[in-house]
């Protein structure tokens, strides 16, 4: 098997246990809302989310395909395991990128925190009473595995694959017959930005399950999930994908573990 391949076929295994992992956490957020439709229909939570699991399951195999294809194409690294690809070299100094990675990860989600606390949750009072009662229900760990599915899964998609795709779409529209050059620094930064917002954007169904998306609710999804995608995307694009997922994954520490323990330590 060829290295690529082999690490087509690592991101799709672990973007399995990602979408595994984060079954607890989501059934927890939703329970409410689905009580309704498992009691019509005699189902229960799990069979939901094994139903999930596998609808996710089938969905990653173009997802990782396409985006492999399309960060090839364009330059970016999407190396996770002891396979080289073609392209792509071994950094220098990587122990000390990842660790800066992670460290970017962590800030971006303090921000992300004292974003909301300041700006949104002022003006969206009932916010406060939803997490109290998913803390009530939500042990530490629902949260603490999460974070493989954020840092995963939603790198797989929103950065492998969206991306890489943005960036070679804008590449060959800004640079026609230059299709096999590097693509420009605007043409990754838009690529960057529109998959950020994007990122936020796809949190806007579970968004709009919890509270109705008013302006100020839509934009707080949108913003805050920007925060941290910009930053993924940014390491994506100038270090790979390994880069993007520590520091996503070290955001979601910071927001799924550390602030509910925080909350649950409060009261």
């Not at 390994?242 to 909350?263: E, I, K, T």
């Amino acid at each position: 098997m060829s290295p690529t391949r082999k690490q087509t076929l690592l991101l799709w295994l672990l973007g399995l246990v990602g979408a595994a992992a984060v079954l607890p956490y989501a059934l927890a957020l939703q329970a409410e809302q689905l009580a309704p439709v498992l009691k019509k229909h005699g189902l229960s939570l799990w069979t939901i989310g094994f139903l999930g699991w596998l609808q996710h399951a089938v969905l990653l195999i173009p997802v990782v395909l396409i985006g492999m294809w399309a960060s090839q194409k364009v330059g970016f690294s999407a190396t996770l395991g002891p396979w080289r690809l073609e392209h792509e070299k071994r950094p220098a100094h990587l122990g000390r990128s990842l660790a800066s990675a992670f460290v970017g990860g962590v800030a971006a989600g303090v921000v992300v925190v004292v974003l909301d606390r300041s700006v949104f949750q002022p003006g969206l009072p009932a916010l406060q009473g939803i997490e109290h009662r998913f803390l009530s229900r939500a042990p530490i760990w629902y949260g603490l595995l999460a974070c493989l599915y954020g840092s995963i899964n939603e790198e797989l998609v929103v950065r492998l694959f969206l991306m890489s795709l943005l960036a070679l779409g804008l590449r060959y529209v800004a640079t026609p017959e230059g299709w096999d050059r590097p693509p420009q620094l605007w043409v990754v930064w838009l690529a960057n930005v529109l998959s950020a917002l994007a990122f936020g954007a796809l949190h806007l169904p579970a968004a709009r399950a919890l509270l109705p998306l008013e302006a100020l609710w839509v934009a707080r999804t949108l913003l805050l999930n920007a925060v941290v995608g910009v930053l993924c995307g940014y390491l994506y694009a100038r270090r790979g994908l390994l880069h993007a997922m520590l520091a996503h994954g070290a955001a979601d520490l910071v927001l799924h573990v550390f602030v509910p323990w925080s909350q649950a330590w409060e009261r």
